[in-house]
């Protein structure tokens, strides 16, 4: 009966374009930037196209409560260099006016939703957000990075320091803000808001039997036959297939970064034999995946929750992962630092932590934050399974390291490329010899 009524709930909130549609052509160089929120993921409003920013695939309209309240003024999100106000414009705002600079399309409207226009209210502030952001500009009096865009950016004194005593106790506990993050969410210039990962999933209906729970499983076609369907690039599937091997994920990269660690990589890959199938995207293994020609699919939690709502059958295999954090930073030459410093403490605080993973399926980068988080707010479904943070989830995550990508994804790529061309060569059938005929 459950599932009844759940099915029809999905197919009303499909109706209204409350969840994305798979049928949508990838964004031109979605294989590339996989590492920034994807609105294909996240698109938990509406079906449409966006391209303002380089890693999504469908926009987010606002919805119709994220207004400012009067006197607030929130001119909206923007999605070009002339910023458009946003259609809900309340009153008249006050004197103080504050830009928030995050990604784009249902990510940047659930941080519009959660953090921003609250802030404005409660600050009596005229909040601006802007949400053509590339994880990398340094725009606005607060801005969303990630980490290797944190990291460069601090070094060379462009940024701020935040200092940790601005950030939000954890509740009911004894430990600092500090403690309260997952490893490494603060840094000098800024912490850690929102979480997001490379997984693999597996459906459950496609398994003739077992329950493969690590990654070693997905590697296991003995046990586990069928076809496993990854993404067409050395990221996040690298560091997966080492993790498998058995290589502990605080080396990771330390092995990536030698010849034997990339032939062992990729000859763990190639142990999958006829059941390895590429795609260029994680929309197409997601939809292999949903209608069972698959049995393990390479994705991202997000897409797999929004899979999930679908109802399919499908789980995702949390150890491995390889995630990413985004932060919140401000620039060093922005003429509101008091503000911007309260909005970053606000931002990252854990009620507001929790208040956009239900509203994105991500997962907070406080311990405290994801303990908080409960159902997806449109769509009703428990978040629980499906985030990344999860202290069980992380025993075994790697954390992304996108300034170590900078410095050797061209050479990787080149390596990876010429590895896959090679061995699609040698898996292609070969001619028969033609007969021999014999002298009359």
């Not at 500090?178 to 490893?183: S, T, Y």
């Not at 499908?314 to 060093?332: E, L």
Request: include cysteine.
């Amino acid at each position: 009966m459950f599932r009844f009524r759940f099915s029809i709930a999905v197919a009303m909130l499909f109706a209204a374009g409350v969840l994305p549609t798979f049928a949508q052509s990838p964004s031109s160089n979605e294989t590339a930037q996989q590492a920034t929120p994807s609105d294909r993921e996240n698109a938990a409003k509406t079906g449409a196209r966006s391209d303002v920013q380089p890693e999504n695939d469908t926009a987010a309209t606002p919805s119709a409560d994220v207004e400012a309240p009067a006197p607030t003024k929130d001119v909206g999100s923007s999605t070009s260099s002339q910023q458009k106000a946003d259609p809900a414009v309340v009153a008249e705002a006050p004197e103080k006016r504050f830009t928030v600079s995050t990604w784009g399309g249902a990510y940047g409207q659930a941080q519009k939703k959660a953090v921003a226009v609250p802030f404005g209210r409660s600050h009596d502030v005229a909040i601006e957000v802007l949400t053509d952001g590339d994880g990398k500009a340094l725009r606005g009096d607060v801005v969303e990075l990630n980490a290797a865009a944190l990291d460069a950016a601090c070094q060379s004194g462009e940024l701020a320091k935040v200092d940790a005593s601005l950030l939000t106790p954890a509740p009911d506990t004894a430990d600092t803000a500090q403690q309260d993050f997952i490893a490494d969410g603060v840094h000098d210039c800024g912490p850690a808001s929102m979480v997001w990962s490379a997984v693999f999933a597996v459906n459950e209906n496609a398994l003739k039997a077992g329950t493969p729970n690590v990654l070693q499983d997905v590697f296991d076609t003995t046990r586990f036959p069928g076809r496993r369907v990854l993404i067409k690039s050395p990221r996040y599937l690298l560091e997966m297939a080492l993790i498998a091997d058995g290589v502990a994920p605080e080396v990771i990269y330390q092995h990536l970064s030698t010849d034997e660690g990339l032939e062992r990589a990729f000859a763990k890959l190639d142990s999958l034999g006829k059941d390895l199938v590429w795609k260029e995207t994680a929309k197409q293994t997601e939809e292999d995946l949903m209608n069972g020609s698959a049995v393990f699919a390479q994705t991202f939690n997000g897409q797999a929750f929004y899979a999930a709502a679908y109802g399919a059958p499908i789980r995702i295999i949390w150890d491995g992962q390889v995630y990413t954090m985004s932060f919140w930073a401000i620039p060093a030459d922005g003429s509101s630092q008091d503000i911007a410093k309260e909005f970053v403490g606000f931002a990252t605080a854990p009620k507001q932590l929790a208040a956009v993973a239900e509203e994105i399926a991500y997962g907070p980068a406080r311990v405290s934050a994801t303990a908080l988080v409960k159902q997806h707010v449109s769509i009703g479904l428990d978040l629980t399974p499906y985030l990344p943070t999860r202290p069980e989830n992380m025993a075994r995550a790697v954390p992304f390291d996108a300034a170590w990508w900078d410095e050797n994804g061209t050479q990787i790529d080149a390596r990876f490329a010429t590895w896959v061309e090679e061995r699609e060569a040698a898996m292609r059938p070969k001619p028969m010899p033609k007969p021999v005929r014999k002298p009359e």
